[in-house]
């Protein structure tokens, strides 16, 4: 597998690459807190040699309950998620929902990001694949909770059919009965037969949907201690990066507080799969 690259970055993932970190935000709050969210992360990063996208998301639209926080939305969130980049000369990671965003965030953002649910749209993929394309990004694509590993091919497949763009997949855990996800942690080298850097999102894959005992179910639960557990096994599996969410105090983020992690225990946790992907590499 060719390593893909963003060039005016310097970033590449993929075989033989460092371990690439994608983080941040669940959602985009306000200016200031992704400001010093991303500026923590990226001198961690900075001092453990990774490579670092910020990721926040301008809409999370796919939620439990009508009255769940979204965030600011496309306008102003690309508008916040602007400033992030110029302010701390970082890429950007966002995810997208309509065809009609395609365009405007791939003129953004660096990976432009499909949700798991709509990895099968073929308009929304297209689209993306489009713009993403001639703006010179790369595409994330989270495979869905409800799709085999090897099936991700169809959507390699759609992509290339329209645009060279790179490609990277992503595993964030498979339906398992109700209110629960478990990570095949053979999933990672089945999409990596694909020929695609693959990632792991721990953050979401410890969700539990529709569980969240705090809202008697109008929102998503999570296992917070998890995060590390699956990032490791992951990286130990292959992946070739890291998707995590922070935020300065879990319990207070407005989008699946339990699941991300508290902004402070990064270091530790980077610098863990740091050397996890430090022993894959000598060994392979």
């Known amino acids: 597998m060719t390593a893909l690259t963003l060039n005016r970055w310097n970033l590449s993932i993929g075989d033989g690459q460092p371990l690439v970190v994608i983080a941040g935000l669940n959602v985009i709050e306000d200016l200031d807190l992704a400001l010093a969210t991303g500026r923590h992360l990226k001198a961690v990063t ?84 489009k713009a993403t394309g001639a703006a010179g990004g790369l595409v994330h694509v989270k495979k869905a909770q409800f799709l085999a590993p090897w099936d991700t091919k169809n959507i390699l497949s759609k992509i290339r059919e329209v645009s060279d763009v790179g490609v990277v997949l992503c595993e964030r855990g498979s339906s398992f009965g109700y209110n629960n996800l478990v990570v095949d942690m053979l999933a990672i080298p089945e999409m990596k037969k694909l020929g695609a850097p693959v990632t792991i999102d721990a953050t979401h894959a410890v969700q539990l949907p529709g569980a969240d005992p705090r809202t008697a179910g109008a929102s998503t639960g999570g296992r917070r201690d998890g995060v590390a557990i699956i990032a490791k096994a992951a990286v130990a599996s292959g992946a070739d990066g890291v998707f995590l969410e922070f935020h300065p105090d879990p319990d207070k983020a407005l989008c699946d507080g339990p699941s991300c992690l508290p902004l402070d225990g990064a270091r530790d946790l980077l610098a863990s799969v740091k050397a996890v992907h430090a022993a894959v590499q000598q060994s392979a």
């Open 46 to 129: 900075g001092e453990l040699g990774l490579p670092f996208v910020f990721k926040a998301s301008f809409d999370k639209a796919n939620r439990s309950s009508v009255k769940s926080f979204r965030g600011p939305g496309l306008k102003d969130g690309l508008k916040i998620l602007a400033e992030v980049k110029a302010q701390l000369d970082v890429p950007i990671c966002t995810d997208l929902h309509e065809v009609e965003q395609a365009e405007p965030v791939a003129a953004v953002a660096d990976l432009v990001q499909i949700p798991a649910f709509l990895c099968r749209q073929t308009d929304l993929v297209v689209a993306t694949a």
